[in-house]
């Protein structure tokens, strides 16, 4: 079946950087659109990012535009986001997300927070 599992969050200053990974199993990773939301305390899940297939075309929140790189591996079926230059408002808990055959799958997130 479809897993995904997110790690590398933690607690980072303001101005400083953490690298998300999402491992992906139990489909072809490298035909699937993947996915990076977050959600914060009290607020609705928001997308954050977005990576084709081939890697090749990418989308981003306008919140992060700028900051935050979305990548992935295919021959490792995982996928990566890069944050740089934190702020508190992207504390989160942050989600691996694909879509497969009209089936939403979600990984069980990992929490970012970026405090002094």
């Known amino acids: 079946q479809v897993q995904l599992v997110e790690s590398g969050g933690g607690l980072v200053q303001p101005g400083g950087s953490l690298r998300l990974s999402c491992s992906a199993s139990?489909?072809?990773?490298?035909?699937?659109?993947m996915s990076w939301y977050r959600q914060a305390p009290g607020k609705e899940r928001e997308l954050v990012a977005a990576?084709?297939?081939?890697?090749?075309?990418?989308s981003y929140a306008d919140s992060v535009k700028g900051r935050f790189t979305i990548s992935r591996d295919n021959a490792k079926s995982t996928v990566f986001l890069q944050m740089n230059s934190l702020k508190p408002e992207d504390t989160a808990v942050y989600y691996c997300?694909?879509?497969?055959?009209?089936?939403?799958?979600w990984g069980k997130g990992t929490l970012v927070t970026v405090s002094s």
């Open positions: 990576i084709m297939p081939a890697g090749g075309v990418t």
């Open positions: 139990g489909f072809t990773f490298s035909v699937y659109r």
């Open positions: 997300y694909t879509k497969k055959l009209g089936m939403d799958y």
